[in-house]
């Protein structure tokens, strides 16, 4: 925060300094100078060391997420829902959901990191839910080259699905 001084008025040995935020200080006429740069150096200070706490806290919280560490499942290896879901996005047939084909933002930085609307994303039904429920596959690219991830606590973790 910037103080703005409005008006010095001397009284004495003292003056008072009143600042716009009608914070009044008493400072000794020889100290005057001395203090309000101190004052100042330490707000200044301490500005710096905020913004570098805050970065080394932002940075910290990016690397713990893992970065695109993606693990990999075996299609076999997935539920019978999402293989069915594979299945259906593979064969290019219509899916259940309304939702199913929407362009995947990636927000979360999960995924290796792609231009937007590479990735699309597919529900896969969970028993017992009454709503989309939290597993998804996510389809990137297009032809030969496209690649599946699965998701089962939407979007936290990804797993690459291997053929």
Not at 19 to 28: A, E, G, I, K, N
Not at 53 to 75: D, H, K, P, T
Request: charged share 25%; proline share 5%.
């Amino acid at each position: 925060m910037v103080w703005r001084i409005d008006r010095i008025v001397a009284l004495r040995q003292l003056r008072l300094i009143r600042f716009s935020q009608h914070v009044t200080l008493r400072v000794p006429r020889p100290m005057l100078e001395k203090e309000a740069t101190l004052r100042l150096g330490t707000i200044k200070w301490l500005c710096h060391a905020f913004v570098v706490l805050a970065l080394v806290l932002f940075s910290m919280s990016a690397w713990s997420r893992g970065g695109n560490q993606v693990s990999e499942i075996a299609a076999s290896s997935l539920p019978p829902e999402a293989q069915q879901t594979l299945l259906l996005i593979k064969q290019g047939k219509s899916l259940p959901y309304p939702k199913d084909g929407a362009v995947f933002g990636n927000y979360e930085g999960v995924l290796p990191k792609q231009k937007r609307g590479y990735y699309h994303e597919y529900t896969v039904k969970t028993p017992g839910a009454h709503n989309r429920g939290a597993r998804r596959i996510i389809a990137g690219g297009t032809g030969l080259s496209r690649e599946y991830f699965y998701t089962d606590d939407h979007y936290v973790s990804f797993k690459r699905i291997r053929d």
